[in-house]
Protein backbone atom coordinates (compact mmCIF):
# COMPACT_ATOMS: atom_id res chain seq x y z
CA UNK A 1 0.00 0.00 0.00
CA UNK A 2 1.49 3.64 -1.21
CA UNK A 3 0.38 7.05 0.99
CA UNK A 4 -0.59 9.99 -1.22
CA UNK A 5 -0.54 13.43 0.37
CA UNK A 6 -1.91 16.35 -1.26
CA UNK A 7 -1.22 19.98 0.51
CA UNK A 8 -1.63 23.62 -0.56
CA UNK A 9 1.12 25.91 -0.31
CA UNK A 10 0.64 29.50 -0.15
CA UNK A 11 -3.22 29.31 -0.84
CA UNK A 12 -2.12 29.35 -4.83
CA UNK A 13 -0.54 25.60 -5.37
CA UNK A 14 -1.68 22.63 -4.97
CA UNK A 15 1.33 19.57 -4.30
CA UNK A 16 0.24 16.53 -4.07
CA UNK A 17 3.33 13.50 -3.47
CA UNK A 18 3.14 9.83 -3.45
CA UNK A 19 5.91 7.32 -2.06
CA UNK A 20 5.02 4.90 -4.26
CA UNK A 21 7.69 1.51 -3.94
CA UNK A 22 4.95 -0.92 -3.41
CA UNK A 23 2.91 -0.17 -6.39
CA UNK A 24 6.04 -0.49 -8.61
CA UNK A 25 7.38 -3.61 -6.57
CA UNK A 26 4.04 -5.17 -7.47
CA UNK A 27 3.91 -4.13 -11.06
CA UNK A 28 7.56 -5.92 -11.44
CA UNK A 29 6.37 -8.82 -10.10
CA UNK A 30 3.15 -9.39 -12.10
CA UNK A 31 4.99 -7.99 -15.70
CA UNK A 32 8.37 -10.10 -14.36
CA UNK A 33 9.61 -6.45 -15.46
CA UNK A 34 13.42 -5.52 -16.68
CA UNK A 35 15.15 -3.11 -14.34
CA UNK A 36 14.72 -0.21 -17.76
CA UNK A 37 11.03 -1.70 -17.65
CA UNK A 38 10.25 -1.46 -14.28
CA UNK A 39 11.68 2.21 -14.15
CA UNK A 40 9.42 3.06 -17.14
CA UNK A 41 6.81 1.35 -15.87
CA UNK A 42 6.98 2.77 -12.17
CA UNK A 43 6.93 6.46 -13.14
CA UNK A 44 3.83 6.04 -15.36
CA UNK A 45 2.06 4.26 -12.55
CA UNK A 46 3.15 6.47 -10.31
CA UNK A 47 1.82 9.46 -12.60
CA UNK A 48 -1.64 7.71 -13.10
CA UNK A 49 -1.88 7.44 -9.14
CA UNK A 50 -1.29 11.34 -8.75
CA UNK A 51 -3.51 12.18 -11.78
CA UNK A 52 -6.43 9.60 -10.26
CA UNK A 53 -6.67 11.32 -6.78
CA UNK A 54 -7.75 14.26 -8.95
CA UNK A 55 -11.09 12.66 -9.29
CA UNK A 56 -14.24 13.97 -7.64
CA UNK A 57 -16.16 10.32 -8.17
CA UNK A 58 -15.32 7.10 -7.31
CA UNK A 59 -16.45 5.84 -10.99
CA UNK A 60 -13.82 8.28 -12.84
CA UNK A 61 -11.37 6.41 -14.45
CA UNK A 62 -8.02 7.31 -16.53
CA UNK A 63 -5.94 5.94 -19.28
CA UNK A 64 -2.78 6.99 -20.16
CA UNK A 65 -1.28 5.56 -23.30
CA UNK A 66 2.74 6.36 -23.67
CA UNK A 67 3.71 5.06 -27.40
CA UNK A 68 7.56 6.19 -27.63
CA UNK A 69 8.34 3.81 -30.43
CA UNK A 70 11.28 2.49 -28.33
CA UNK A 71 12.17 -0.87 -27.46
CA UNK A 72 9.10 -0.84 -24.56
CA UNK A 73 6.79 -0.11 -26.96
CA UNK A 74 3.22 0.89 -25.12
CA UNK A 75 3.34 1.83 -21.79
CA UNK A 76 -0.60 1.75 -20.80
CA UNK A 77 -1.32 3.05 -17.22
CA UNK A 78 -5.24 2.99 -15.52
CA UNK A 79 -6.45 4.82 -12.09
CA UNK A 80 -9.82 5.03 -11.17
CA UNK A 81 -11.47 7.14 -7.78
CA UNK A 82 -10.89 4.04 -5.46
CA UNK A 83 -7.73 4.59 -5.09
CA UNK A 84 -6.69 1.59 -7.16
CA UNK A 85 -3.96 1.67 -10.44
CA UNK A 86 -2.91 -0.93 -12.91
CA UNK A 87 -0.72 -1.28 -16.00
CA UNK A 88 0.08 -2.60 -19.01
CA UNK A 89 3.62 -2.86 -20.70
CA UNK A 90 4.04 -4.24 -24.22
CA UNK A 91 7.61 -6.15 -24.00
CA UNK A 92 8.29 -5.56 -19.83
CA UNK A 93 12.17 -8.00 -21.03
CA UNK A 94 14.10 -5.47 -22.36
CA UNK A 95 17.45 -4.93 -22.10
CA UNK A 96 18.73 -2.18 -19.66
CA UNK A 97 20.83 0.58 -21.36
CA UNK A 98 22.99 2.36 -18.69
CA UNK A 99 24.11 6.05 -19.70
CA UNK A 100 27.29 7.59 -18.76
CA UNK A 101 26.18 9.46 -15.87
CA UNK A 102 25.27 5.81 -14.27
CA UNK A 103 21.33 5.93 -14.89
CA UNK A 104 18.97 3.93 -16.78
CA UNK A 105 18.74 5.32 -20.24
CA UNK A 106 14.56 5.05 -19.73
CA UNK A 107 14.69 8.05 -22.85
CA UNK A 108 16.25 5.80 -24.65
CA UNK A 109 13.96 2.43 -24.14
CA UNK A 110 10.01 4.65 -23.78
CA UNK A 111 11.77 6.67 -27.12
CA UNK A 112 10.39 9.83 -27.82
CA UNK A 113 8.79 9.48 -31.72
CA UNK A 114 5.31 9.44 -30.42
CA UNK A 115 2.73 10.42 -28.28
CA UNK A 116 1.25 10.08 -24.61
CA UNK A 117 -2.49 10.12 -24.97
CA UNK A 118 -4.91 10.85 -21.33
CA UNK A 119 -8.70 9.23 -21.64
CA UNK A 120 -10.51 10.51 -19.10
CA UNK A 121 -14.22 8.92 -18.64
CA UNK A 122 -15.91 11.11 -15.85
CA UNK A 123 -19.50 10.49 -16.21
CA UNK A 124 -20.22 13.22 -19.88
CA UNK A 125 -21.19 12.12 -22.68
CA UNK A 126 -18.33 11.22 -24.33
CA UNK A 127 -14.66 10.86 -22.49
CA UNK A 128 -12.45 13.21 -22.34
CA UNK A 129 -9.06 12.56 -24.82
CA UNK A 130 -5.71 14.76 -24.85
CA UNK A 131 -2.81 14.40 -26.97
CA UNK A 132 0.74 15.49 -26.58
CA UNK A 133 3.83 14.66 -28.76
CA UNK A 134 6.60 13.28 -26.37
CA UNK A 135 9.59 15.33 -25.44
CA UNK A 136 12.02 13.14 -24.02
CA UNK A 137 10.23 9.42 -23.27
CA UNK A 138 11.39 10.37 -19.60
CA UNK A 139 7.81 10.32 -18.43
CA UNK A 140 8.00 13.23 -15.96
CA UNK A 141 9.46 16.04 -18.65
CA UNK A 142 6.34 14.38 -21.14
CA UNK A 143 3.68 14.05 -18.87
CA UNK A 144 4.13 18.23 -17.52
CA UNK A 145 4.28 18.64 -21.34
CA UNK A 146 1.02 17.56 -22.14
CA UNK A 147 -0.66 19.21 -19.48
CA UNK A 148 1.10 22.61 -20.65
CA UNK A 149 -0.19 21.30 -24.20
CA UNK A 150 -3.16 19.75 -24.14
CA UNK A 151 -5.43 20.50 -20.97
CA UNK A 152 -3.72 24.28 -20.25
CA UNK A 153 -2.41 23.84 -16.83
CA UNK A 154 0.86 24.91 -15.84
CA UNK A 155 2.82 22.37 -13.68
CA UNK A 156 5.87 20.53 -12.24
CA UNK A 157 6.04 16.67 -12.39
CA UNK A 158 9.34 15.03 -10.95
CA UNK A 159 9.10 11.12 -10.75
CA UNK A 160 11.74 8.63 -9.40
CA UNK A 161 11.90 4.39 -9.16
CA UNK A 162 15.51 3.74 -7.83
CA UNK A 163 16.07 -0.54 -7.80
CA UNK A 164 18.06 -2.93 -6.36
CA UNK A 165 18.62 -5.52 -9.50
CA UNK A 166 14.67 -6.43 -10.54
CA UNK A 167 13.13 -4.45 -6.92
CA UNK A 168 12.29 -1.58 -6.17
CA UNK A 169 14.09 -0.40 -3.08
CA UNK A 170 12.28 3.50 -3.27
CA UNK A 171 9.90 5.30 -5.86
CA UNK A 172 7.98 8.48 -5.88
CA UNK A 173 6.85 11.67 -7.64
CA UNK A 174 5.78 15.01 -7.08
CA UNK A 175 3.05 16.74 -9.01
CA UNK A 176 3.19 20.66 -8.70
CA UNK A 177 -0.18 22.36 -10.19
CA UNK A 178 -0.09 26.53 -10.24
CA UNK A 179 -3.28 28.23 -9.23
CA UNK A 180 -4.79 31.25 -10.98
CA UNK A 181 -3.66 33.91 -9.68
CA UNK A 182 0.20 32.59 -8.15
CA UNK A 183 1.89 35.79 -7.00
CA UNK A 184 5.17 35.90 -9.03
CA UNK A 185 7.65 35.63 -6.16
CA UNK A 186 6.14 32.08 -5.60
CA UNK A 187 6.38 31.27 -9.01
CA UNK A 188 10.37 32.09 -9.20
CA UNK A 189 10.44 29.85 -5.74
CA UNK A 190 8.84 27.55 -7.04
CA UNK A 191 11.11 27.24 -10.05
CA UNK A 192 14.24 26.98 -7.81
CA UNK A 193 12.56 24.22 -5.85
CA UNK A 194 11.71 21.62 -8.74
CA UNK A 195 15.09 22.75 -9.85
CA UNK A 196 16.63 21.33 -7.36
CA UNK A 197 14.19 17.93 -6.87
CA UNK A 198 16.28 15.64 -9.14
CA UNK A 199 17.19 12.13 -8.19
CA UNK A 200 13.46 11.78 -6.88
CA UNK A 201 13.86 8.08 -5.99
CA UNK A 202 16.49 9.12 -3.43
CA UNK A 203 14.14 11.49 -1.74
CA UNK A 204 11.53 8.49 -0.87
CA UNK A 205 14.34 6.25 0.40
CA UNK A 206 12.86 6.13 3.71
CA UNK A 207 10.72 9.35 4.00
CA UNK A 208 6.73 9.42 3.75
CA UNK A 209 5.32 11.97 1.09
CA UNK A 210 4.10 14.21 3.36
CA UNK A 211 7.91 14.26 4.68
CA UNK A 212 8.95 15.19 0.98
CA UNK A 213 6.38 18.02 0.82
CA UNK A 214 7.49 19.42 3.99
CA UNK A 215 11.38 19.35 3.13
CA UNK A 216 10.99 20.87 -0.01
CA UNK A 217 8.21 23.27 0.48
CA UNK A 218 8.10 23.84 4.28
CA UNK A 219 9.46 27.85 3.77
CA UNK A 220 6.00 28.34 2.73
CA UNK A 221 2.42 27.94 4.08
CA UNK A 222 1.64 24.82 4.12
CA UNK A 223 -1.38 22.91 4.86
CA UNK A 224 -2.21 19.22 3.94
CA UNK A 225 -5.29 18.71 3.23
CA UNK A 226 -5.75 14.56 2.20
CA UNK A 227 -3.39 11.51 2.64
CA UNK A 228 -5.22 8.40 1.10
CA UNK A 229 -3.93 5.22 0.64
CA UNK A 230 -3.51 3.84 -3.27
CA UNK A 231 -2.95 0.08 -4.31
CA UNK A 232 -2.06 -1.72 -7.57
CA UNK A 233 -5.33 -3.10 -8.00
CA UNK A 234 -7.13 -4.84 -11.44
CA UNK A 235 -10.74 -4.76 -11.58
CA UNK A 236 -11.30 -7.11 -13.46
CA UNK A 237 -14.15 -10.07 -13.30
CA UNK A 238 -15.65 -12.95 -14.43
CA UNK A 239 -18.58 -10.66 -15.24
CA UNK A 240 -16.21 -8.67 -17.69
CA UNK A 241 -14.62 -11.63 -19.04
CA UNK A 242 -17.90 -13.05 -19.77
CA UNK A 243 -18.58 -10.00 -22.03
CA UNK A 244 -15.25 -10.94 -24.17
CA UNK A 245 -16.21 -14.49 -24.30
CA UNK A 246 -19.47 -13.08 -25.50
CA UNK A 247 -18.40 -11.15 -28.00
CA UNK A 248 -16.94 -14.20 -29.75
CA UNK A 249 -20.28 -15.61 -30.21
CA UNK A 250 -21.57 -18.81 -29.35
CA UNK A 251 -20.52 -20.81 -32.69
CA UNK A 252 -16.98 -19.26 -32.45
CA UNK A 253 -16.60 -19.81 -28.49
CA UNK A 254 -17.83 -23.52 -29.32
CA UNK A 255 -15.29 -24.02 -32.24
CA UNK A 256 -11.99 -22.66 -30.18
CA UNK A 257 -13.62 -25.22 -27.26
CA UNK A 258 -13.38 -28.13 -30.33
CA UNK A 259 -9.89 -27.13 -31.32
CA UNK A 260 -8.18 -26.25 -28.40
CA UNK A 261 -10.38 -27.86 -25.37
CA UNK A 262 -10.95 -24.87 -23.28
CA UNK A 263 -10.99 -20.81 -23.78
CA UNK A 264 -8.07 -19.59 -21.97
CA UNK A 265 -8.56 -15.13 -21.45
CA UNK A 266 -5.28 -13.75 -19.59
CA UNK A 267 -5.63 -10.42 -18.10
CA UNK A 268 -2.90 -8.00 -19.12
CA UNK A 269 -2.74 -5.98 -16.58
CA UNK A 270 -2.62 -8.64 -13.44
CA UNK A 271 -1.69 -12.01 -15.48
CA UNK A 272 -5.15 -13.77 -13.65
CA UNK A 273 -6.49 -16.22 -16.60
CA UNK A 274 -10.24 -17.34 -16.86
CA UNK A 275 -10.91 -20.81 -18.14
CA UNK A 276 -14.24 -22.11 -19.86
CA UNK A 277 -14.97 -25.34 -20.92
CA UNK A 278 -17.72 -26.67 -22.86
CA UNK A 279 -20.11 -26.83 -20.23
CA UNK A 280 -19.15 -22.90 -19.21
CA UNK A 281 -19.77 -21.74 -22.81
CA UNK A 282 -22.93 -23.41 -23.32
CA UNK A 283 -23.84 -22.05 -19.81
CA UNK A 284 -22.69 -18.42 -20.86
CA UNK A 285 -24.77 -18.59 -23.78
CA UNK A 286 -28.01 -20.28 -22.48
Not at 109 to 114: Q, R, Y
Request: with cysteine; hydrophobic share 40%; charged share 25%.
Amino acid sequence: MSILTKALIANSVVVSAIESKDIVNKAIKIHNLSPVAAAAMGRALTMAALMGEEFKNKEDYLTAVIDGKGPLGKITVCADGNGHVKGDIENPVVETVVKQDGHLDVGDAVGKDGTLTVIKDIGLKQPYVGTSQLVSGEIAQDFAYYFADSEQKPCGVTLGVGLNRRRCKSAGGVWVQILPNCPEDVLSRLETIMYAMDEMSYQFDGSTAEQVIRRFFGEFELTITESVDIDYKCNCGKRKINRIVKSLGKDEALQIVDEMGQIEVCCHFCGKKYTYDRDAVEKLFR
